[in-house]
């Protein structure tokens, strides 16, 4: 999996002509050219495989109009016949004790697709825990849910945004769950993301007041909305250090709530799917220790491989610096540069799984910032953006349905040509 990641970046990457950095010429599988020098020890990047090998066994399986995939066939199962002698079969297990082909209903009367009828004839619904199914299909007619659906369509994976921190400083979690939830069972979404700045900003005064928000939100969201994933989003500054006790000790004492073992914790216990660290801090935080954007990035996700919380969820890189006031006036060339900054560096640091860009958002002042065209016209950040393909999948958007540019619609159908993702935020 992380050779096809490289392989399929560096394919999308190589569209915008930008390079990927070259292989150690004294280890044609080391990577560790590409890591800062104060590396941990016990961190080492090795490639799983070199360019030319990469190459061969894609023209081994591709070659010859891909005869060897055609080939190829599953392992034959081992069979045991119950009614040799010796032979021993349970026969206590679930299930009628038949052979069936695949897309035969799971249960008599259940057609393919959809679910199975009740007795008085219906079609049976099961109902989330305090979630009526009236509430449901009313909240698919609201503007939020119209908006799912039209993202739905488009082609993206849908996550409902939304911020239930201030309704639990308020004591009104289970009624702003619940709305949230009723959006987030439509068809086509994937998860919730429950929280931004989640211990970066001043809602939470101790951490375990934070750890106790994490905990009632996840358990009531489960509840409500069973089978979505859930997601948080938050910083973690220390990590950006690499080995600079200095710079380590001043972001511990700045941001003392923002503590790596206790965040990931989070993807450990289970309570959350998805991770996204902001990369908004990189570029001036740490500037005291001569420590720049690049060096910062690159600490920091050499961090996060190192702690392997991509074994308990999916990480992901968020940047609204790529956006900018009015709309971005960068050249081809140096749209390109700026991508493979924002977007390449973190994938290819094989840590984040996902990017998500900031497309559009307002400042405090009311200025809007843009990462297209204004009113959709031409730009030439966005025209590279488009020439990501291959990574579609990997690259998620912010939209607030409230503040569209032109109209939902449109707006939708321009974001889907770019991002294969979208979180789309509810009041």
Not at 67 to 74: D, F, G, I, R, V
Not at 297 to 315: C, E, H, P, T
């Amino acid at each position: 999996m992380r050779l096809r990641k490289l392989f399929v970046v560096g394919l999308s990457l190589s569209l915008l002509g930008i390079g990927v950095p070259a292989w150690s010429q004294d280890d044609p599988r080391s990577c560790n050219d590409l890591m800062s020098g104060d590396t941990p020890a016990y961190v080492v990047c090795r490639w799983m495989a070199t360019p030319e090998e990469a190459a061969g066994i894609a023209d081994f399986w591709l070659s010859n109009d891909g005869e060897h995939l055609k080939e190829a066939t599953p392992i034959d199962p081992i069979l045991i016949d119950c009614t040799e002698a010796g032979n021993e079969c349970p026969n206590d297990s679930e299930g009628d004790g038949q052979l069936h082909d695949d897309g035969d209903a799971d249960v008599e009367g259940a057609e393919e697709g959809g679910a199975p009828e009740c007795r008085t004839g219906e079609n049976c619904f099961v109902n989330p825990e305090g979630l009526s199914q009236t509430e449901i299909q009313a909240a698919e007619k609201t503007a939020d849910g119209q908006a799912v659906k039209t993202a739905a369509t488009a082609g993206m994976r849908v996550w409902v945004d939304a911020e239930l921190a201030d309704d639990w400083k308020a004591g009104k979690l289970a009624e702003a769950a619940k709305k949230v939830a009723a959006i987030a069972t439509q068809q086509g979404v994937v998860g919730i993301r429950f929280t931004t700045q989640l211990g970066y900003n001043n809602t939470f005064e101790t951490a375990d007041e934070m750890d106790k928000f994490v905990t009632e939100a996840t358990t009531t969201l489960r509840n409500l909305a069973p089978g979505k994933k859930l997601a948080a989003h938050t910083v973690v500054p220390v990590l950006a250090c690499g080995a600079n006790d200095a710079c380590k000790a001043e972001m511990t004492k700045k941001y003392p709530k923002l503590d790596p073992e206790r965040i990931g914790a989070w993807l450990a216990k289970g309570q959350i799917d998805q991770l996204a660290l902001d990369s908004g801090h990189l570029a001036t935080e740490y500037a005291t220790w001569k420590i720049d954007a690049a060096e910062a990035q690159r600490n920091q996700w050499i961090q996060v491989r190192a702690r392997a919380w991509d074994a308990y969820g999916q990480v992901t890189s968020e940047d609204a610096g790529l956006a900018a006031a009015g709309s971005p006036k960068l050249t081809a060339e140096q749209a390109g540069q700026s991508i493979t900054d924002r977007v390449a560096a973190p994938l290819q640091a094989d840590a984040a799984e996902a990017v998500t860009l900031w497309s559009r958002w307002q400042s405090e002042q009311g200025q809007v910032n843009r990462l297209f065209g204004e009113k959709w016209a031409q730009n030439a950040t966005w025209d590279q953006l488009k020439k990501l393909t291959s990574i579609r999948p990997r690259l998620a958007t912010v939209y607030d349905a409230s503040a569209p540019e032109t109209d939902v619609a449109t707006d939708l159908k321009n974001l889907s040509e770019v991002f294969g993702q979208i979180y789309l935020h509810t009041a």
